[in-house]
Every structure is written in structure tokens, then in C-alpha cells.
């Protein structure tokens, strides 16, 4: 029941603020507000009170013509119907008005009537009610305005100037000890009704912090509820996503090999069937590739490294590389330069700028039916001010006329995996992946990456490399002259494979009989420091890093200990951050990755000759 009464009160005062607004009441203000709030409330109670009392009070105070008595009620009434019906005025006018004109009555009523009428009664709770709808300061100043008025009415006493019945029944005596007690239980009902307020107010900001924190907390648990389903719907999309890419050159390499074993097949059809097997088997590798390249950004194991490049030889390079990937879509693929670079050489890791531009060029390519892509770069120079200083930059750019990306997903394309959630209408390959490495190399080279798209009509990818000045072009080891003879020497070599995988020692020796007249072939570090003590004639070691019993790091330093002149090639299927330079460091002269490339391994043994 009191529950529905406060409901049904709340209610009436709501209804009461949205058809008598005042300007001044702002609900944002906390405490305030409530104080006005309570005023209306007791407004709204006060009101019929005082209009069932008015009419035997101004019937009494005719009767025994108590005039002024008759006109304070009348005011009080005309003042009531003001407050309550007045549009517009601001609270605290109708406030300060409601405290004046009771306070003035109950003084009157405290002289005409003395201690037998409401006059005391009234002085309390005028005073109560200024303390809750002003503040324990105006509470107070009432009780003081109390104490001014009686000392005030105490001169009458003295000179016996008033024939009122109050002067002539209370003597002065009486009448300091009843404004004494009067004034004392006065100050103590304020202070009393200003401490619930204070605890109230502090109990209300106590509930408002509580309920912020909940708020807050309802806003996080959400959050995470959504970061759980969309992780959900990651994961989902990822094991779909990679369960297809997986599967699919899976399918190409096992189903061609499959045919490639069939009687009677010719000639044009298994070099047919190995093409595919290659470019499944490059798929999946390009796959592995990423996920761990992905992983390894993640553990913060992607070191960067500085070096000079030729930015010319890198952008050629990436045309013609996949240049009829594009004419195999009919795509005309070109290569458009701004400002050239000095020189054309610039310092920056060259693996990840070529890996950024592949990608980009790549992602192009895979989603442009028809028209054509064009990528290049363009030299920002510095622009300095007395306020601002911006270093020069090389921006480069991949255009296509492609299907276009939304607006709504220009930032997400640079998530992982985020192309399992793109509905597209015909299915493309990959794992949603090279444009989040292309963000993280990016940014890794302090630069930045941004697109700007619109469906149907095409996409234009930008990103920025800070450009660290000219360098004089310096000649590499792939444009050293290579010294008479040395073709042959690649194919004299005395080679020691020290490998504990069969299948990866079956490959090494085919790539090896390419450049070797004799292999041996070795399953542990302990077996290949025997071999070799045995064969002084070895030239070369492909040393495993990673094996069961002795590492390849360990029988690296073992064979240093006695030979410092064999050429030692460390080779990896971990290829983890810091394995190179362990590998440099127990005393290898050079590291490769597997799978290994026939090219690679010989490029890695020319630049060694070279240098000798």
C-alpha cells in the first residue's frame, strides 16, 4: 500500500511539472531537484489542508474581530493559488514566497493568540520545510529571525504599549522562558531535519555512483558478451575458412599425384597435372606462411631490418612476377611512378615492402574482373614550418577497378579473417590474411595504411614509408662478376645432409645431386661429426637446427672446434624469431627455410664463393 501511494504521489507531481512547468528546475542537478520536487509535493498537500481551515478560521476571526487575522488567512490563500496555478515562474520565487507568507502568519497568529493557537506549531514546521526546500543555511536563519522577533515583542512587555490579551496574560517572564525553549527545540528540529538531508543526499550520490558503476559494468559485460560472440564467429569463420583452404590444394596436390601414377599417361598431361600439384602445394605453403607469420607479429617476434634496397628493381620485380596472373584475367597491369626516389635507393626492410606491395597487388588482381591495376609510389617531400615539421615519405599506391569495398567495411578488411564474413557472390581464395600482415609490416616501418573504395567502381590502397634520404647506389652480390670456373665448382661439391626427417632428406638429396658429386647422409648431430672427421673432402654441410638427441647447434660448434673452413648451411622448418643469428653465432655461414628452393640454396652458395 505504501509502495502505490508513493507511486500514485510521484505520479501526481510529475503530471503536476509537465502542466505548470517552472524554467528553473533542471533534473540533472540531483539533490536540487528533489528539494523542488518535495516542494511541489507539499504544496500539493498543503492546499486542500488550508482550504478546509480558511473558512471556519475567517468565520472565527470575524466573529471576534480579529481583522488582521481574517487578512494573513486570505493572503496565505491568494498566495497558495499562486504558487500552485502560476505558469512559468521560477520555483524558487514560489518557494521563498510559500516560507514568507506562513512565517509572517504563524508571527501573528504566535501574537494574537499566544501558546492556545497553531502559532508555535506552524514556527516549527515553517522552519523544518525552509531547511528542506532551501538548505540547513536558510533553516537557520529562520531560527534567528525567530529570536529577533521575540526580542522584539519583549519591549511591549516592559512598557505594557499593546492591550492584547497575549501581553496582558504571559508576564515577561514567562514569556523569555518559552522563547528560550522555543528557539533552543527550533534549532534543534533544523539541525536535525538538515542531517536527514545531508545522509539522504549522501545516501542519493552514494545510489547514483552505485548505479554509474552498475552502468558501467552492464556496458562492459555487454561488451565482452559481444567480444565472446564475435570471437565465436571468428573462430567459426576461421576453421570454415581454413578447412576450405586447406582442403582445396589438399585436393589438387593428393587427386593429381593420384593421376600422375596412371599407365599410359602422356606427356602434356602429366606436365599438366605436376603444374597443378605446384601451384597446390605453393597454395597451402603460402597458407602456413601466413598463419605463423601472423602468430609471430601476435608473440612480438617480427623483427625488422633495416637495409639499402633498390625501390626500382623491387617494383619491376613485383610486375613481372605477377603480370600473367593478371593476363590470365585479361587485366592490364601497369606501374605508375610520380617523383622518382634519388638515386632509387632507399632504407627500408626490403622483405616486408615487398611483401606489403604482393599483397596488395595480389588482393587487386583476385578481386578486378575487368579494367585494369596500376601500382606505384610517389615522394612526398618534407614540408617544415616554426609550428610543424613533416618528414618526407614515399606513399605508394595500388589502384584496380574492382568490385569496390563499403564504407561500413573499409576498417574491417584490415582484421584477420575478415574475408569469411564477406558475402560475396562468387567464392574467392585465401584466408583473409595478407591484408592484416600488410597493416602490421606497415606500421612496423612507422608508416600507415588507408583505402579509399566504392562499390562497383573500384578500390585505391595507400600506405606510407618514412623516406630516410638518399643513398649512392652500391653494387650486390648478385651483380658481382662470377669468377671463371665457378659454374663447374657448383657442381663439384662434397656434401653432408644432416637431416632426421626421411621425407626432408629425400628432398634435400635431390635438390643437392644438382651441385654435388657425392652426399652423405646423416640422421643426427652426433653421426654427422663422425662422418665428417672421416671425410675431410666435405665442402659442404646442410645441418638441421632442430633434432632429437644433439642439436645442429651444437654439432656446428663441435666441427668449428676443429675445422673452420667447411661451408655450413643451417636449415630450418621452425624458421622462429632469433634462430637465425643462434644459427650465425654457433658458427653456420648461412640459413635457409624449408621448404627449400633449388634456387635459393644456389644463390646461397654463389654469394658465398663470391666473397672468397
Known sequence: MPGNYLKFRTEIVQKYLDHYPSPDICKEHGLPYLRDKLFISISLITFPICCVAYIPSIVISLLTHQWIIGFFDTLCMLALVFILLGKNYRIQLKKTLFSAIFYTLSIILFIYMGMQGPAVIILLCISVLITLFHSKRAGLISVALNLIIFLLILPFFTIKASNEIFFQKYTI?????????????????VLSAASLVDQLNESFLEEKKLQELLRKESVELLLAKQRAEESDRLKSAFLTNMSHEIRTPMNGILGFTDLLSEPQLDDRDQQKYLGIVKKSAARMFNLINEIVEIAKIESGQTEVVYKEINLQDQIDHIFYLLKPEADRKNLYLSIAIGIQVPGAFIRTDGEKLYAILTN???????YTEKGSIQFGYNLRSAVSSELTSQPAEIVFFVKDTGIGIPANRQKAIFDRFVQADIEDTEARQGAGLGLSIAKSYVEMLNGRIWVESEPGKGSM???????????????????????????SWLKDHTVLIVEDDETSSVFISAIARKFSRKIFEVQSGIEAIKVFRSNPDIDLILMDIRMSGMSGYEATRQIRQFNKDVFIIAQTAHAMIGDKEKALEAGCDGYITKPISNKKLQELIRNHWNKK
Do not use: D, Q, R
Open 461 to 487: 590502397f595507400y600506405f606510407t614509408l618514412p623516406y630516410l634520404g638518399e643513398l649512392k647506389e652500391t653494387p650486390t652480390a648478385n651483380n658481382l662478376e662470377i669468377p671463371e670456373g665457378h659454374e
Open 173 to 189: 517572564e514567562s514569556l523569555m522562558v518559552v522563547c528560550f525553549n522555543l528557539i533552543a527545540f527550533n534549532t534543534l528540529v
Open 360 to 366: 596488395l597487388v595480389k588482393n587487386a588482381i583476385k
